[in-house]
Structures are given as structure tokens and as C-alpha cells.
């Protein structure tokens, strides 16, 4: 086992009296699709939030390549080299698609020069058109990005991830509302992302995770119940009950 | 500036001419501002509605870069607005200072206030954001109301009349309105070059990201406070360069000026022609004075006239009158 490019300890996240996450403990090794699943209020939105600094852990530690990044700002977690897509889409709806991501290489290069012209940062409309030609999205550039159909959107919103070069990408529901042929798209799209980068994601679709993960961790009332390969939980009792059993449609 | 800005032209013009229509407009946009606002003496009725026109187009400028880019709603720029004027004045009636040093200082007092009341303002957001804002610059009225030594308090600041300005041997006569307006406009036109530059800079793409997402902009890796908090003082440098050159014109600072009706009427100017557009803040205050000018000959109740235009504009043409100039030929 290769070292870890993230580990959390005793993680947890409570809401008042209200437990969101309860000490979870693991590792997560370079070039592998892990992902997350289990059932609505299981945790696994409080878990990425605190995995991209969006929340605070009430308690534990999380150390991305041995650095203790626990309480680091938000905004700090782009700069280490983890970048996140979100569940519901989140993009900057008025800006042409390509600004959308050009801005968000920006970040990496100049993020309060008020003296040069953005336009001489050739570079990063290149940096731009590469992460869209990615996606699928080179054709739409100049549109504005909230006229975008749905799948698009979410498309947009992994092409913003990317350009930032994560070495960690995490996406909630990349294919939340999406119909049969966007999801078909977006799976060949995490395919290819997969072969060269380090994801954690969240899903409903038992299908396509199966097939596209190397690890699967299952969350049930804020606690890690199983973790291994997806024939490993495909087999486990437990999972099946709690989560698997109401989704023979998927599985 | 011409190689950066070019090259703007040289991306925008690529896919369609009617978008090369409007990078024109962008590229242009400082030389045509400064065409229009040394024509304007002359297509408008009086001197001195053009010199308003031009200082408080100014000031809706300066708000624009905060609440039409940023997308921060400020109830209290009439405090950086009202400070540059104070200042000068002070400046120039206690202590003699030369109108550039008067003028300098003004400018750096109202930035030096934006930054404090930014730095007090930012943590909050939205409605909160709003009031916290307005409170802060209702402090400013009653600290310059009560420092009537200093301020003149109710009946303003006077005897500060700057007659001839003098630089580098050079004396202007500051009493000729016509002169006046030019010397003024001059300042002005720097103004909107240095707006125009922010606008073009990357700092000017993360002030519109964060207006068009915050969250995601702080996910890309933007500090959004820090990047507010500079949006914030750079627009208070603007409005108090505005307010300098109020009390210049004036030679009186009035109370009025740090009053919440100012802040109000900032806030009105610019999204009646037109928030988050180049344009738009000038075109929003020429409209607004334009119409206090004409409808104040036929009744003093102008107020009820201008409310009602406003009121009609936010709920049928939301975008002012610029912006929806500009969304009709996009459409066409």
C-alpha cells in the first residue's frame, strides 16, 4: 500500500445535539475511485464538507499528504490540491462557459492583481480550452454558462475542478437529475478521469458505481459500517439490509 | 494597455460580429466616456446640472464597482462620498492646504473609512450586509453633526472658496463654470480609466465571480472576504474622489451629503441605468438629475415623479436603462 494522499482520524460533525458524523477513521491511497454511498442522512454530505473544508470537524484530525489541514480556510483546500464539484450544480450562472473556467485557473495565478489586463493571461484561456475540450464542452464556450442544459451544467462544473490540476477530486452526485443518456455521458466521462486521478464520490446509482470504483465505504447514521471492493460489499449482510435491499432496482 | 487590451479584442471578435460590436464598445469605452462627458455642457440645459451630472455620475461609478461587480448591496456610501467633501474642505478652511493636497487627502480619507467600515461590514452578508452598512454611515452623520467646529454641523462646512487653481506655474481660473467643469472632468476621466482598468484586471474577473457565486468562488481557491474588502475600498476611493470634487465646485459641504437620502439616491441612480455595466451608472444619475431638473420647474413634489420612475424601472426594466438598451441588441 502506497502512502496515503488523505487520512482522517476519529473524524466526526455534530449539529447541536444532532450527530452527523460519527468518528470515521480511513485512508484513501492515490490513483483510485473510492466511493461513498448509503442511504439520505447517512452523512455523506457532512463527510465531503469536511473533506473540503466547507465544514469544521468537531472532532478528529485530517491530514492530506501527511500535513494536518483540519482547520485550514476553505479557499486554502484549492491552493493544496483539492478541488470539489457539488451536488446541486454550482457554477457562475452569467459568465460565458469559458470565463467560468478560465476564472477558476485564475485562482492559481493572480487573484488580486488590479493592474494587468486579464486578457495577457494567455495561458489560462489555453488552460480553459483544454479542460472543456475534457468534458465535451469546447463547442459552447462563448454561451453563456446558466443557458447550458442540465447535464452540461454538471458537466461545466467537473471542467472547473479540473483546471485546477487537483491531485484530489471530489464530486457529490456528479450525475444528481440527470437522465439515462447524460448519466451514459457523464460515466464515460469519470472513466476517463479515473485512469489518472485520485477521486472520491458520492452516488446513488449502484450500477455505475460498481463499475467504476476500486473501494466503496458505506455510511448508515454517520458511521463507517463497511469499506472494501465492490464485490466485497456487494456481499456483505450488512450493507444489503441497510442499504442495497431498497435498491434491487440499481443493484 | 494597448497590447493587453487588443488582445481582448482580438478573442471577442472571433465568433460573431455582433459581438465584435461590443468588444468595440468595451474597448472603447474610456474614450467614449470622456467624448460624452466633454460634449454634455452643451446638449444639457445649465452648467451646473452638467457638473452634478459629472460628479455624480462619478459616485455612481464607484458604487456600481461595488454593487454591480461584486454584487454588494452598500446603504452607506453616502459616508465616503460625504467624507472626501468633508475633508477637503477642512483641509483647505483650517489648515490651509493646497487644493491638490486638499483634494489627495480627501480621496485617502474616504478609502481610509471604506476600508474600516468594509472591515466591519464584510463578516455580515445580504440584508444584514445592507443594514450594517447604513448604521455604520448614520455614525459618520452624527459624528460630523456633533463636531460642529470642525464641520459647521447643520449649516455645513463654508468659507473654504477656491477660487484659482494653481499648479506648476500654471493658475486656471476656478470661477469660470466652463473652466471649472473641464478641471473636474479631467479628474473624473481618471477616475473611469483606473475603474475601467480594475474591471479589465483578474482581480476584476474574481469581484464577478463572487457576485455571480460565492461559494464557488471560495471552492476555486478566492479569498472572498479579503477580495470583497479590497471592492469595498476601491469603490470608497471613487466615491470620495466624487465627494472632493463636490465640495471644490460647491465651496459648502452640506450636512446633506453624509445623510441616508444620499445613500438612497446612489443606490437609485445607478440601477436606474443600469447596474454592473460600464455605462450605466452615468446614464442612471444624468436621468435622475435630468428629471429632478425638469419636473421641479413644473413642482417641488419631484420627488414623487423620480420615485415613481424608479419604482416602474425596477419592476419592468430591472437592468436600467443601459442594460436593457444593451439585452435589446444582443436580442436584435
Redesign the interface.
Known sequence: MSAPLLAVENIGRRFGGFVALESVTTAFEPNKVTAIIGPNGAGKSTFFNLL?G?LAPSTGVIRFKGRDITRM???????LGI??S?QIT??????SVH?NV???A?????????????????EL?ERADAALAVVGLASRR?DTAKFLAHGQQRALEIA?ALV?EPELLLLDEPTAGMGPEETKGMVALLEKLARERTILLVEHKMKMILGLSDRILVLHHGRLIADGSPQHIQADPEVRRVYLGQNDGYA | ?T???S??AA?ATR?TNR?GWRARLILWRVPLSILALCLLPWVLPSMALATNVLIYGLLAVGYNLLFGYTGLLSFGHAAFFGAGAYVTGIAIAQFGASWYAALALGVVAGGLLAFVIGILSIRTRGIYFSMVTLALSQLVYYTALQAASWTGGENGLRGFTVGQLDLFGWTVDFLDPVTKYYVLMVFAAAALWFVS??L???????I??IR??E??????????E??KL?AFT?SGLICALAGTLLALHLAIVPLDILHYQTSGMIVMMTLLGGAGSFFGPFVGALAFLLMEDVVSLWTSHWQIVVGTVFILFVLFLPKGIWGTALAWEARR
Open positions: 473540503s466547507v480556510a476553505q479557499h486554502r483546500f484549492a491552493h478541488a470539489r457539488y454550482n457554477i457562475f450562472p452569467d459568465l470565463e478560465r476564472v477558476a485564475q485562482a492559481f495565478h493572480a487573484r488580486y492583481d488590479i493592474w494587468r489586463a486579464r486578457a495577457a493571461l494567455t484561456d462563448a472547473i485546477a | 494597455m497590447a493587453s487590451t488582445s481582448v478573442v465568433p459581438r482598468r480594475i479589465n484586471s483578474p482581480f476584476g474577473a474574481v464577478e465571480a455571480e457565486n461559494t464557488r468562488a471560495r471552492a476555486c481557491g478566492y479569498h472572498v479579503r477580495s479590497i476601491l
